[in-house]
């Protein structure tokens, strides 16, 4: 496979000395364009960088492709959005990953903050609220996928079965945090590396193959920014500095109880433990911001899922969508609107920089750490309990899309939420199961179903059904 057109001027030698080998502004124009086609979720991103990076452009190869994107799998954050930091770096260094990594959210961040204003703004009429309607029975069927999809790849053995069982039941039935969650899973299946390696799958070395002309940055030389403890601090500073300084200064100027500084320090808190992806934290977002600050309902946290679904980018960028009806419900002295725009923005900051510092501060050491078996050992029993984590997120949405009334029940430890079957709401029922059919038997994409999910919700709505 021979390069486009656009890369004759690329130097195919490997990137040492500090020497530049991809001119920037054509990785900056391939950033942008991958930035347009990120739909589909982190799959369906890595998959577009895949064949633009490795495939086409032939950039980086195969190998530096798939130990970058093993390194952002086991980070909190969004892995797809890491790994275009990852990559941007091991190009063009700090402004490389800066740039790459803030193009691929771009997009997301302005349409999503778009779609929120239309949700306030018009919400309430019958129209949008049945498009909304027939949106959020589509989620669960797309959550649903997406247990399917991890389990099939991270499943392979009783012992991580086990795993994603027990963080199912610790979430939904015990109530343990999602962050306690995550760490067990990972000191879980270290130990099952170190005392039980069998119990873990064993990836052939094939599947680390390379096809085609050589890349642009081999796969045999180090990148040439070694990790120095003066760089390590450099980034750690600058990284911390321009993260806290926008929560101190909104928590000076609205007060430690503005839901500005609560948004700020909650989702500061939330994406350094976003493992396992979005789907992975949604449940502890969704909890939170429903039942403990009170910013949005459950119905409205699946719909803005759904928006988030529709949207390019990463699909934590949902929490915009949190932030923006929490500060326009609570805007303490400033207007409305403004205060749901500042709230969303602050909240997309403080959720994306943290990416940006651990690719920054990790990518050096991790250009001269291949193949670490703890390291992998710990992500694998992680990825196990992101299905059980993803299943308990399903269970959910469930119950407060296809019921209206729910009924706590608490026996000794365990606190169960169940539906009240009297409440059964017919036809969002019938839309899921209509979702259901498109993605697993029709094999339509999630965007198409979406739309086709969003008409169903319209015509039912038009028709007088109760939708709402």
Same mark, same amino acid.
């Not at 700020?264 to 449940?283: P, W």
């Given at each position: 496979?021979?390069?486009?057109? @656009?890369?004759?001027?690329?130097?195919?030698?490997?990137?040492?000395?500090?020497? %530049?080998?991809?001119?920037?502004?054509?990785?900056?124009?391939?950033?942008? *364009?991958?930035?347009?086609?990120? =739909?589909?979720?982190?799959?369906?991103?890595?998959?577009?960088?895949?064949?633009?990076?490795? @495939?086409?452009?032939?950039?980086?190869?195969?190998?530096?492709?798939?130990?970058?994107?093993?390194?952002?799998?086991?980070?909190?954050?969004?892995?797809?959005?890491?790994?275009?930091?990852?990559? #941007?770096?091991?190009?063009?260094?700090?402004?490389?990953?800066?740039?790459?990594?803030?193009?691929?959210?771009?997009?997301?961040?302005?349409?999503? *903050?778009?779609?929120?204003?239309?949700?306030?703004? =018009?919400? @309430?009429?019958?129209?949008?609220?049945?498009?909304?309607?027939?949106?959020?029975?589509?989620?669960?069927?797309?959550?649903?996928?997406?247990?399917?999809?991890?389990?099939?790849?991270?499943?392979?053995?009783?012992?991580?079965?086990?795993?994603?069982?027990?963080?199912?039941?610790?979430?939904?039935?015990?109530?343990?945090?999602?962050?306690?969650?995550?760490?067990?899973? #990972?000191?879980? $299946?270290?130990?099952?590396?170190?005392?039980?390696?069998?119990?873990?799958?064993?990836?052939?070395?094939?599947?680390?193959?390379? &096809?085609?002309?050589?890349?642009?940055?081999? @796969? &045999?030389?180090?990148?040439?920014?070694?990790?120095?403890?003066?760089? %390590?601090?450099?980034?750690?500073?600058?990284?911390?500095?321009?993260?806290?300084?926008?929560?101190?200064?909104?928590?000076?100027?609205?007060?430690?109880?503005?839901?500005?500084?609560?948004?700020?320090?909650?989702?500061? $808190?939330?994406?350094?433990?976003?493992?396992?992806?979005?789907?992975?934290?949604?449940?502890?977002?969704?909890?939170?911001?429903?039942?403990?600050?009170?910013?949005?309902?459950?119905?409205?946290?699946?719909?803005?899922?759904?928006?988030?679904?529709?949207?390019? !980018?990463?699909?934590?960028?949902?929490?915009? =969508?949190?932030?923006?009806?929490?500060?326009?419900?609570?805007? !303490?002295?400033? &207007? /409305?609107?403004?205060?749901?725009?500042?709230?969303?923005?602050?909240?997309?900051?403080?959720?994306?920089?943290?990416?940006?510092?651990?690719?920054?501060?990790?990518?050096?050491?991790?250009?001269?750490?291949?193949?670490?078996?703890?390291?992998?050992?710990?992500?694998?029993?992680?990825?196990?309990?992101?299905?059980?984590?993803?299943?308990?997120?399903?269970?959910?949405?469930?119950?407060? %899309?296809?019921?209206?009334?729910?009924? #706590?029940?608490?026996?000794?430890?365990?606190?169960?939420?169940?539906?009240?079957?009297?409440?059964?709401?017919?036809? /969002?029922?019938?839309?899921?199961?209509?979702?259901?059919? *498109?993605?697993?038997?029709?094999?339509?994409?999630?965007?198409? %179903?979406?739309?086709?999910?969003?008409?169903?919700?319209?015509?039912? #709505?038009?028709?007088?059904?109760?939708?709402?």
């Amino acid at each position: 496979m021979t390069a486009p057109r @656009d890369d004759a001027d690329v130097q195919r030698q490997p990137q040492g000395h500090g020497q %530049t080998v991809v001119p920037f502004p054509t990785a900056v124009r391939a950033w942008f *364009l991958i930035s347009l086609q990120t =739909f589909g979720g982190p799959a369906g991103q890595i998959a577009v960088m895949q064949r633009t990076l490795v @495939d086409e452009h032939r950039w980086i190869g195969q190998r530096r492709f798939l130990h970058a994107m093993n390194y952002c799998m086991l980070l909190p954050g969004p892995e797809a959005q890491q790994l275009a930091t990852y990559v #941007g770096w091991l190009l063009h260094g700090t402004r490389g990953g800066l740039v790459a990594g803030g193009l691929f959210v771009l997009p997301g961040v302005v349409a999503l *903050l778009v779609l929120s204003a239309v949700y306030v703004a =018009f919400g @309430d009429t019958t129209a949008v609220l049945a498009v909304f309607a027939g949106l959020a029975p589509a989620v669960l069927a797309i959550v649903a996928q997406a247990v399917q999809r991890v389990a099939k790849r991270a499943l392979d053995g009783r012992a991580l079965v086990a795993i994603a069982v027990a963080a199912f039941l610790a979430l939904a039935l015990f109530g343990v945090p999602f962050p306690l969650v995550v760490a067990l899973a #990972g000191v879980a $299946g270290w130990a099952l590396g170190r005392w039980r390696p069998a119990a873990l799958p064993q990836k052939a070395a094939a599947a680390a193959g390379d &096809d085609g002309p050589p890349p642009v940055i081999s @796969d &045999d030389v180090l990148h040439s920014e070694p990790p120095t403890a003066r760089r %390590t601090l450099r980034v750690l500073l600058v990284g911390l500095l321009v993260w806290g300084v926008p929560l101190a200064a909104v928590a000076l100027l609205t007060g430690a109880g503005s839901v500005f500084t609560q948004q700020g320090l909650f989702f500061s $808190g939330a994406a350094v433990v976003t493992f396992g992806g979005a789907y992975a934290v949604l449940a502890y977002v969704a909890q939170q911001a429903v039942e403990t600050y009170g910013w949005l309902g459950p119905r409205e946290m699946v719909r803005g899922l759904a928006l988030a679904e529709t949207t390019p !980018g990463p699909l934590i960028m949902v929490v915009q =969508f949190v932030a923006f009806l929490g500060a326009y419900r609570d805007p !303490g002295t400033l &207007d /409305p609107w403004v205060a749901a725009v500042l709230a969303s923005l602050l909240v997309t900051w403080v959720t994306f920089l943290p990416s940006f510092l651990f690719v920054l501060l990790g990518a050096p050491y991790m250009e001269r750490l291949r193949g670490n078996r703890s390291l992998s050992a710990a992500l694998t029993g992680i990825t196990a309990a992101v299905v059980g984590v993803i299943a308990n997120l399903g269970v959910y949405f469930a119950v407060h %899309t296809l019921f209206s009334e729910t009924v #706590g029940v608490d026996r000794g430890p365990l606190h169960l939420e169940l539906p009240d079957l009297a409440t059964l709401r017919p036809v /969002p029922l019938a839309i899921a199961v209509v979702a259901a059919v *498109l993605l697993f038997r029709v094999r339509w994409s999630v965007l198409r %179903t979406l739309g086709g999910c969003a008409l169903l919700g319209l015509a039912a #709505g038009l028709a007088g059904l109760p939708v709402g």
